[in-house]
T-cell receptor
Framework: GQQLNQSPQSMFIQEGEDVSMNCTSSSIFNTWLWYKQDPGEGPVLLIALYKAGELTSNGRLTAQFGITRKDSFLNISASIPSDVGIYFCAGGHTGKLIFGQGTTLQVKP | GAGVSQTPSNKVTEKGKYVELRCDPISGHTALYWYRQSLGQGPEFLIYFQGTGAADDSGLPNDRFFAVRPEGSVSTLKIQRTERGDSAVYLC?????????????FGPGTRLTVL
């Protein structure tokens, strides 16, 4: 099935560093969402974006909806060990979500 | 309030058997979604209900897969004649209003293993 192109595939960083990941698509989406998934659990919604160009923050997380509506990025500032997990972008269109392949984040204390 | 719940959390079955997976959405959410997640991949859309009716079933892989939501709340995903390739985590999500907002909230998933 269709999936978004999410990069990087994995990241291994030092605690306190900032992190950036992004998602691109050949299709236009009406919404962009970012989720975090821990092992054995379902994805947890972090940020939802609804307008092209929109920049939204949630604590240490900041995400933007690209002007072309075909891309989005997520930044995490001052990473901490509990940020470890898999981050997924998802584009929303006509109800369903199309997901990226995920970015696995590992944080070294 | 309570989140999306799914039962069972794990299901092991033999090739060729029939299975049912249940999803209980967040109270008041009109839309319900089923996704399938293979190891190392993002969730893939299967079907979406608005109320009792299937608004989009374009993600169902074949006619062995079927889902119902008879009273507009709980949903059951049914898989007939299971195959080893059906092994995956089946995720359910719900949302309040998919037309205005598409914030989907996921359950913990059912891990299906077909031997």
């Amino acid at each position: 099935g269709q999936q978004l192109n999410q990069s990087p595939q994995s990241m291994f960083i030092q605690e306190g560093e900032d992190v950036s990941m992004n998602c691109t698509s050949s299709s236009i989406f009406n919404t962009w969402l970012w989720y975090k998934q821990d092992p054995g659990e379902g994805p947890v919604l972090l940020i939802a974006l609804y307008k092209a160009g929109e920049l939204t923050s949630n604590g240490r997380l900041t995400a933007q909806f690209g002007i072309t509506r075909k891309d989005s990025f997520l930044n995490i500032s001052a990473s901490i060990p509990s940020d470890v997990g898999i981050y997924f972008c998802a584009g929303g269109h006509t109800g369903k979500l199309i997901f990226g392949q995920g970015t696995t984040l590992q944080v070294k204390p | 309030g309570a989140g999306v719940s799914q039962t069972p959390s794990n299901k092991v079955t033999e090739k060729g058997k029939y299975v049912e997976l249940r999803c209980d959405p967040i109270s008041g959410h009109t839309a319900l979604y089923w996704y399938r997640q293979s190891l190392g991949q993002g969730p893939e859309f299967l079907i979406y209900f608005q109320g009792t009716g299937a608004a989009d079933d374009s993600g169902l892989p074949n006619d062995r897969f079927f889902a119902v939501r008879p009273e507009g709340s709980v949903s059951t995903l049914k898989i007939q004649r299971t195959e080893r390739g059906d092994s995956a985590v089946y995720l359910c999500a719900s949302s309040f209003d998919p037309q205005s907002y598409n914030e989907q909230f996921f359950g913990p998933g059912t891990r299906l293993t077909v031997l």
